[in-house]
Protein backbone atom coordinates (compact mmCIF):
# COMPACT_ATOMS: atom_id res chain seq x y z
CA UNK A 1 0.00 0.00 0.00
CA UNK A 2 2.64 2.10 0.43
CA UNK A 3 4.23 1.72 -2.67
CA UNK A 4 1.31 2.25 -4.15
CA UNK A 5 1.47 6.47 -2.25
CA UNK A 6 4.97 6.87 -3.08
CA UNK A 7 4.42 5.86 -6.91
CA UNK A 8 0.90 8.82 -6.92
CA UNK A 9 3.09 11.03 -5.15
CA UNK A 10 6.50 10.82 -7.81
CA UNK A 11 3.18 11.14 -10.63
CA UNK A 12 2.32 14.25 -9.34
CA UNK A 13 5.76 15.51 -8.69
CA UNK A 14 6.97 14.88 -12.04
CA UNK A 15 3.88 16.33 -13.50
CA UNK A 16 4.25 19.65 -11.79
CA UNK A 17 7.83 19.78 -12.36
CA UNK A 18 7.54 18.99 -16.73
CA UNK A 19 8.22 21.51 -18.84
CA UNK A 20 5.25 22.69 -21.27
CA UNK A 21 5.49 21.10 -24.80
CA UNK A 22 5.85 23.91 -27.74
CA UNK A 23 4.80 22.17 -31.43
CA UNK A 24 3.74 21.99 -34.78
CA UNK A 25 0.96 20.50 -35.77
CA UNK A 26 -0.60 19.99 -39.44
CA UNK A 27 -3.70 19.79 -39.86
CA UNK A 28 -6.36 18.41 -42.57
CA UNK A 29 -9.89 19.72 -43.05
CA UNK A 30 -12.27 17.17 -41.95
CA UNK A 31 -9.84 15.06 -40.33
CA UNK A 32 -8.82 14.29 -37.03
CA UNK A 33 -5.72 13.48 -37.96
CA UNK A 34 -2.75 15.58 -37.53
CA UNK A 35 1.54 15.36 -37.32
CA UNK A 36 3.37 16.86 -35.13
CA UNK A 37 6.73 18.46 -35.32
CA UNK A 38 8.17 19.32 -31.94
CA UNK A 39 11.39 21.66 -31.06
CA UNK A 40 14.57 19.01 -31.79
CA UNK A 41 13.23 17.67 -34.72
CA UNK A 42 14.07 18.39 -38.68
CA UNK A 43 11.61 19.69 -40.77
CA UNK A 44 11.67 19.77 -44.11
CA UNK A 45 10.25 22.45 -45.95
CA UNK A 46 9.66 25.01 -48.80
CA UNK A 47 8.82 28.47 -48.54
CA UNK A 48 6.65 30.49 -50.87
CA UNK A 49 7.79 32.21 -53.67
CA UNK A 50 10.83 29.56 -53.34
CA UNK A 51 11.64 26.09 -55.44
CA UNK A 52 14.43 25.34 -52.74
CA UNK A 53 13.73 22.37 -50.23
CA UNK A 54 15.17 23.47 -46.48
CA UNK A 55 15.82 20.70 -43.72
CA UNK A 56 16.61 22.42 -40.66
CA UNK A 57 16.39 21.38 -36.83
CA UNK A 58 13.20 23.06 -35.30
CA UNK A 59 14.96 25.54 -32.30
CA UNK A 60 12.04 27.13 -30.84
CA UNK A 61 8.54 27.63 -31.71
CA UNK A 62 7.25 31.25 -31.10
CA UNK A 63 3.57 30.48 -30.45
CA UNK A 64 2.53 34.47 -30.50
CA UNK A 65 4.42 35.75 -33.18
CA UNK A 66 3.79 32.43 -34.87
CA UNK A 67 7.65 32.62 -36.16
CA UNK A 68 9.51 29.11 -36.29
CA UNK A 69 13.69 29.84 -35.14
CA UNK A 70 15.09 27.31 -37.17
CA UNK A 71 19.48 26.93 -36.82
CA UNK A 72 20.13 29.26 -39.98
CA UNK A 73 16.85 31.67 -40.34
CA UNK A 74 13.78 32.39 -38.80
CA UNK A 75 10.76 32.11 -40.47
CA UNK A 76 7.26 32.94 -39.79
CA UNK A 77 4.84 30.10 -40.24
CA UNK A 78 2.58 31.54 -43.31
CA UNK A 79 5.62 31.14 -45.30
CA UNK A 80 6.01 27.81 -45.52
CA UNK A 81 3.90 26.54 -48.16
CA UNK A 82 5.14 22.52 -48.05
CA UNK A 83 5.81 19.57 -46.02
CA UNK A 84 7.63 16.76 -46.76
CA UNK A 85 7.36 14.01 -44.30
CA UNK A 86 9.63 10.62 -45.13
CA UNK A 87 8.10 8.76 -42.11
CA UNK A 88 4.64 8.33 -44.02
CA UNK A 89 4.37 5.10 -46.06
CA UNK A 90 5.82 2.48 -43.40
CA UNK A 91 3.97 0.03 -44.68
CA UNK A 92 4.34 -0.05 -48.20
CA UNK A 93 8.18 0.77 -47.90
CA UNK A 94 8.04 -2.27 -45.44
CA UNK A 95 6.08 -4.21 -47.59
CA UNK A 96 8.59 -3.46 -50.33
CA UNK A 97 11.67 -4.33 -48.29
CA UNK A 98 9.86 -8.18 -47.55
CA UNK A 99 9.23 -8.70 -51.02
CA UNK A 100 12.94 -7.88 -51.73
CA UNK A 101 13.77 -10.03 -49.39
CA UNK A 102 11.15 -13.16 -50.26
CA UNK A 103 12.96 -12.54 -53.53
CA UNK A 104 16.18 -12.68 -52.74
CA UNK A 105 15.76 -15.98 -50.51
CA UNK A 106 13.42 -17.70 -53.14
CA UNK A 107 16.11 -17.37 -55.35
CA UNK A 108 18.54 -18.71 -53.05
CA UNK A 109 16.50 -21.62 -52.01
CA UNK A 110 16.03 -22.54 -55.22
CA UNK A 111 20.05 -22.69 -55.78
CA UNK A 112 20.30 -24.83 -52.75
CA UNK A 113 17.94 -27.14 -54.15
CA UNK A 114 19.94 -27.82 -57.29
CA UNK A 115 22.48 -29.39 -54.83
CA UNK A 116 19.88 -32.39 -54.41
CA UNK A 117 18.79 -32.73 -57.89
CA UNK A 118 15.56 -29.95 -58.18
CA UNK A 119 15.52 -28.61 -61.66
CA UNK A 120 15.89 -24.58 -61.67
CA UNK A 121 13.03 -23.43 -64.89
CA UNK A 122 13.25 -20.30 -65.65
CA UNK A 123 9.82 -19.79 -63.79
CA UNK A 124 12.54 -19.27 -60.31
CA UNK A 125 14.04 -16.75 -61.85
CA UNK A 126 10.19 -14.83 -62.67
CA UNK A 127 9.12 -14.93 -59.48
CA UNK A 128 12.34 -14.02 -57.45
CA UNK A 129 13.40 -11.33 -59.73
CA UNK A 130 9.38 -9.65 -59.80
CA UNK A 131 9.37 -9.93 -55.92
CA UNK A 132 12.60 -7.97 -56.19
CA UNK A 133 11.24 -5.90 -59.02
CA UNK A 134 8.05 -5.43 -57.00
CA UNK A 135 9.59 -4.65 -53.52
CA UNK A 136 12.10 -1.47 -55.14
CA UNK A 137 9.14 0.09 -57.23
CA UNK A 138 7.35 0.15 -54.27
CA UNK A 139 10.15 1.52 -51.86
CA UNK A 140 10.41 3.95 -54.68
CA UNK A 141 7.19 5.05 -54.75
CA UNK A 142 6.62 5.45 -51.51
CA UNK A 143 10.01 7.44 -50.31
CA UNK A 144 8.48 10.33 -48.90
CA UNK A 145 4.91 12.16 -48.76
CA UNK A 146 4.38 15.86 -49.47
CA UNK A 147 1.53 18.45 -48.22
CA UNK A 148 0.76 21.42 -49.50
CA UNK A 149 -0.12 23.98 -46.91
CA UNK A 150 -3.75 26.12 -48.15
CA UNK A 151 -7.27 25.66 -48.05
CA UNK A 152 -6.72 22.02 -47.25
CA UNK A 153 -4.20 21.58 -45.00
CA UNK A 154 -2.69 24.58 -42.75
CA UNK A 155 0.47 24.46 -40.10
CA UNK A 156 -0.64 26.11 -36.52
CA UNK A 157 1.34 26.47 -33.41
CA UNK A 158 0.63 24.74 -30.59
CA UNK A 159 1.55 24.91 -26.95
CA UNK A 160 0.42 22.39 -24.05
CA UNK A 161 0.98 24.65 -20.80
CA UNK A 162 -0.92 23.64 -17.41
CA UNK A 163 -0.57 27.73 -16.39
CA UNK A 164 0.23 31.24 -18.23
CA UNK A 165 2.64 32.29 -15.32
CA UNK A 166 5.57 34.88 -16.25
CA UNK A 167 8.35 34.86 -14.63
Same mark, same amino acid.
Given at each position: ???? /????????????????????? %???????? #?????? @???????? /???? #????????????????? %???????????????????? @???????????????? +?? %??????????????? +?? #???????????? @???????????????????????? %??????? +?
Amino acid at each position: MKLQ /HFATLLVLICSFSADAQSFLQ %LEKRGTLK #TDRYYE @GEDLIFRL /HGDE #TWYQEQILEIMIEDELV %LFENRVVPISKIRQIRNFQK @GDFWRGLGNKLMAFGG +AF %LGFSLLGTLVDWELK +AD #TFYISGGAAAAG @GLLRLIFNHRTYKLGKKRWLRPMN %LEFSKSK +A
